[in-house]
């Protein structure tokens, strides 16, 4: 069956920089586009970006350049860092499974969550 | 704001059947997805595509679109169904994924 496990720091200072990795277990890295998902509290759900395992990448505009996703195939795993944290990104963080061809695309899998307080 | 757009909030009376929709242009071009989230879990995928059911889901969740608008239908709504429900699709470029802001679901 399988598992996303996420891991990272979940107190971070304003200006630091957020960093969370999703480890795949239990089944093929390969096939899939990876995504992170983040919810701030009493909030909806908000796309960051997502990578395919040979690394394609797309990212939300509105976070402003200060996302970066990244993969490491032989890990199966990937990455996020986002930059210059400030309250506004305190949020339940998931990695999520994107699968599916036009016109079907949809997440199938969910780790899950990390919470990441950004807090002086 | 949201590129797809949803009720904030229905209710539905136990055992009856509620609509919850979903709005948005990038669904002329990408089918509409439905998550279920309860508070503190993840969101879980109830629909997919046309009107596809993962495994574990009950047959009670159907979809259906209709030009732009998705919409999730609970036939016989269970207690266990109240929510927080979700759409999501590819946006209409198909360069990035977009959520509704999602509809708290109650169960009276």
């Known amino acids: 069956q399988v598992q996303l496990q996420q891991w990272g720091a979940g107190l971070l200072k304003p200006s630091e920089t957020l960093s969370l990795t999703c480890g795949v277990s239990g089944g093929s890295f390969s096939g899939f586009y990876w995504s992170w998902v983040r919810q701030a509290p009493g909030k909806g759900l908000e796309w960051i970006g997502e990578?395919?395992?040979?690394?394609?990448?797309n990212y939300n505009p509105s976070l402003k350049s200060r996302a970066s996703i990244s993969v490491d195939t032989s890990k199966n795993q990937l990455a996020l860092k986002v930059t210059s944290v400030t309250a506004a990104d305190t949020a339940v963080y998931y990695c999520?499974?994107?699968?599916?061809?036009?016109?079907?695309?949809?997440?199938?899998?969910w780790g899950r969550g990390t919470l990441v307080t950004v807090s002086s | 704001s949201s590129e797809l757009t949803q009720d904030p909030a229905v209710s539905v009376a136990l055992r009856q059947t509620v609509r919850i929709t979903c709005q948005g242009d990038s669904l002329k071009k990408y089918y509409a997805n439905w998550y279920q989230q309860k508070p503190g879990q993840a969101p879980v995928l109830v629909i997919y595509g046309k009107d596809n059911r993962p495994s574990g889901i009950p047959d009670r969740f159907s979809g259906s679109i209709s030009g732009n608008t998705a919409t999730l239908t609970i036939t016989g709504a269970q207690a266990e169904d109240e929510a927080d429900y979700y759409c999501n699709s590819r946006g209409g470029s198909g360069d990035h994924v977009v959520f509704g802001g999602g509809t708290k679901l109650t169960v009276l």
């Open positions: 990578i395919s395992h040979i690394g394609s990448i």
């Open positions: 999520a499974r994107g699968r599916g061809h036009y016109p079907y695309w949809f997440f199938d899998l």
